[in-house]
DNA sequence: CACTTGACCTGTCCGC
DNA sequence: TGCGGACAGGTCAAGT
């Protein structure tokens, strides 16, 4: 799934749900999905939530607890009170675990946290140094020291790949992925087979902005949810209602009416506007 | 070196 | 209805 704004909206909901409370039971349902030895976090509070790149970090103290939701990760909280005074909302919560459950972890106060994960890309692990993952990790684009000179310099380390596929490198970025590249490009009027090198400085400005951007919309709506995303409590979001480009092949383009083209760059759907984003 | 393809998994959708 | 292939929010490793 997720890429930035889905992590970071997880993220947003966890925060205000599991800050504090104490972790009683991990039941790991799919033992590859699980990196190290689950019963070591029992007993830890939960003292943070944070988010780097599309990595979702939980603050247990003495360690933490990294999760990496890949295409089809769910992070879902069950705070177990729907039942009380009245009847319970339908919602995804109904019913966990299913069969995507990998991981099940429980509070002492009889909350529930599922990870799901379809395919079993995704990964939990238990760590106690944080950094070694994030080495070759990008700028976060949501922070202010993210300028486009920056952008520009790392971008530059990939002259002749197309800047759709460059975007992706988290290398280059930190959590961008294959929806919010397509928006950006939109966002920037650049066709997104266009190669790093041909870039002008104008251009490499507007990439910034149009990253920027894109994301921001992204957290704004609640994320994509093209097929798997949900938040926290398990809803979809809803920012490709407000999508230019991403799985819009052959729709209207929202600003001049044509037809949006798909077409296969660094092996993955693009979707851009023929008209509105020009080659140089 | 840079770039592409395959692998990891499971599910869905589409054409025959 | 069944079967095969393509494809899906990501990231590595291996191959060319």
């Known amino acids: ?25 991990i039941e790991v349902l799919s033992p590859k999905t699980f990196i190290g030895n689950a019963q070591t976090i029992r007993g830890k509070k939960v003292l943070n939530i944070w988010r780097k790149a599309k990595i979702l ?10 999760i990496h939701l890949k295409m089809t ?7 177990g009170k729907r039942f009380i005074g009245g009847h319970p909302t339908p919602d995804m919560r109904d019913e ?24 079993r890309f995704g990964w939990v692990r238990i760590v106690k140094e944080v950094g070694d993952l994030f080495k070759k990790l990008g700028p976060e ?14 971008l530059l380390k990939h002259k002749s790949q197309p800047i759709k596929v ?21 966002l920037a009027k650049l066709d997104p ?34 097929a798997h995303f949900v938040d926290s409590e ?27 083209e798909k077409i296969q760059l660094g092996g993955r759907g693009t979707y851009f506007c023929p008209n509105c984003q020009k080659a140089l």
């Open 234 to 260: 398990g809803h979809k979001g809803y920012f490709l209602d407000y999508a230019f480009v991403y799985w819009r092949d052959s729709k209207p383009c929202k600003v001049c009416k044509t037809k949006i």
């Open 193 to 226: 087979r266009t190669k790093i090198k041909d870039l002008k400085e104008e251009q490499f400005k507007r990439l910034h902005k149009g990253i920027i951007k894109s994301l921001q919309d992204g957290i704004k709506y609640g994320g994509s949810s093209r």
């Open 141 to 154: 684009p949501l922070e202010k020291d993210f300028t486009w000179q920056i952008l520009k310099n790392n």
């Open 1 to 25: 799934m997720p890429e930035l704004p889905e992590v970071e909206t997880i993220k947003l909901g966890l925060q205000k749900k599991i800050v504090g409370l104490t972790i009683k039971n």
């Open 166 to 186: 460059a975007l992706m490198d988290q290398s280059v970025v930190s959590g961008v992925g294959n929806i919010y590249a397509n928006e950006a490009c939109f």
């Open 57 to 66: 970090g939980i603050d247990l103290g003495s360690l933490s607890l990294l």
């Open 73 to 79: 990760g769910q992070l879902i909280y069950d705070d």
């Open 96 to 119: 966990m675990p299913n069969k995507t459950t990998r991981v099940i972890f429980s509070f002492s106060d009889k909350s529930k946290l599922y990870f799901n994960d379809q395919r």
